[in-house]
């Protein structure tokens, strides 16, 4: 019973359970894509059935996760396999452990609207909730619930990226603020260029079905 309901791995060189990273950050990923697209499928399918059916595997997910053991969660298995051949960067175990579990609620709740075939306004918020907190872990690496964690007031040893640490590693040269702004607005100038002068005059394509 020792691989089942035990979370995180003990690793040479670190006194309490750790996760790794790489393999939580690359599941996250596949999540978002898999979630995007179900959402995509309400729209241009009409039809729920691909989201409700990720929705599932979202609670099935997390429940194997918080539960019986992360290393045998199927978006975790997928996302281990692709980034195998990387060197883990071990993080600990707890506050994933705590952000997974309110990942856990947020799909016990979603089972609820699934099972009675419920659709308003804190579902279609909850899923979108979902995939902001997993874009965040994917692309930046930020872990809202092991922030959380943190906040409040219980000690971390290594959390990803850093965070948690009572001392700023690195500044951020404020300056570059500017040059975001500077390629917003260059953006939104080349968006009305092309609208007025490309786009403007052109007729529409109709598409006539035979």
């Known amino acids: 019973m020792g691989i089942f309901f035990n979370f995180g791995e003990s690793v040479e060189g670190y006194d309490f359970k750790v996760i790794n990273e790489r393999d939580a950050r690359a599941s996250a990923g596949i999540m978002f894509l898999v ?3 179900s959402v995509f499928s309400v729209f241009t399918l ?7 059916l ?3 595997t979202f609670i099935i997910e997390f429940f194997i996760r918080t539960v019986i053991n992360p290393k045998y969660a199927p978006y975790m298995m997928l996302g281990e396999l692709i980034v195998y051949h990387q060197e883990p960067d071990w993080v600990e175990a707890k506050p994933k452990q705590f952000a ?3 990942g856990l609620i947020l799909g016990a709740i979603m089972t609820f609207y699934i099972l009675f075939d419920v659709i308003s306004l804190v579902r279609l918020s909850i899923c979108f909730v979902c995939l902001a907190l997993m874009f965040l872990e994917s692309a930046f690496g930020i ?6 964690y943190q906040k409040l007031k219980i ?5 990803p990226g850093g965070v ?5 590693k690195r500044s951020y040269d404020k300056r570059k603020l500017i040059g975001i702004l500077l390629f917003v607005g260059l953006f939104f100038m080349t968006y009305g260029s092309l609208r007025y002068f490309k786009y ?11």
């Not at 872990?143 to 959380?148: F, H, P, R, W």
């Not at 000690?155 to 959390?159: G, I, L, R, Y």
């Not at 948690?164 to 700023?168: A, M, Y």
């Not at 403007?200 to 035979?210: F, N």
């Open 35 to 37: 979630g995007l697209l």
């Open 143 to 148: 872990c809202l619930g092991c922030i959380l």
């Open 46 to 52: 009409r039809t729920l059935l691909w989201a409700e």
């Open 200 to 210: 403007a005059h052109r007729p529409k394509i109709v598409i006539v079905d035979e």
């Open 100 to 102: 997974w579990f309110l």
């Open 164 to 168: 948690c640490d009572t001392t700023i």
């Open 155 to 159: 000690k971390v040893e290594k959390c």
């Open 54 to 56: 990720f929705s599932i």
